[in-house]
């Protein structure tokens, strides 16, 4: 069973910036295709963003030219930077599996942009 922490949320302002962290232990990941999800109140989990294990990534439409995802194998961890928020960011972000594996939610981090 993985656990999967999520770290670097904040308060930031529109326009402003923030790197995400997800960093797994317990056991490693064995699909190839990690992603970031955010949840806002009285909605669904939505992707947000993709990353293969040969490095290719994908975008949700909402985000794409915004956010950036990478992956560091040594330390087994998944970053999203995200920059040029906007209100409409604001959510709890999540990191799991591609498609998630239900059980291995994290608690998220927050994630607030104000106007």
């Known amino acids: 069973q993985v656990q999967l922490v999520e770290s670097g949320g904040g308060l930031v302002q529109a326009g402003g910036s923030l790197r995400l962290s997800c960093a797994a232990s317990g056991s490693s990941f064995s699909i190839n295709v990690v992603g970031w999800y955010r949840q806002a109140p009285g909605k669904q989990r939505e992707e947000v963003a993709a990353?293969?294990?040969?490095?290719?990534?994908h975008y949700g439409d909402s985000v794409k030219s915004r956010f950036t995802i990478s992956r560091d194998y040594a330390k087994n961890t998944v970053y999203l930077q995200m920059n040029s928020l906007k209100p409409e960011d604001t959510a709890v972000y999540y990191c799991?599996?591609?498609?998630?594996?239900?059980?291995?939610w994290g608690q998220g981090t927050q994630v607030t942009v104000s106007s």
């Open positions: 990353i293969f294990s040969g490095g290719s990534t």
């Open positions: 799991n599996t591609v498609p998630p594996q239900q059980g291995d």
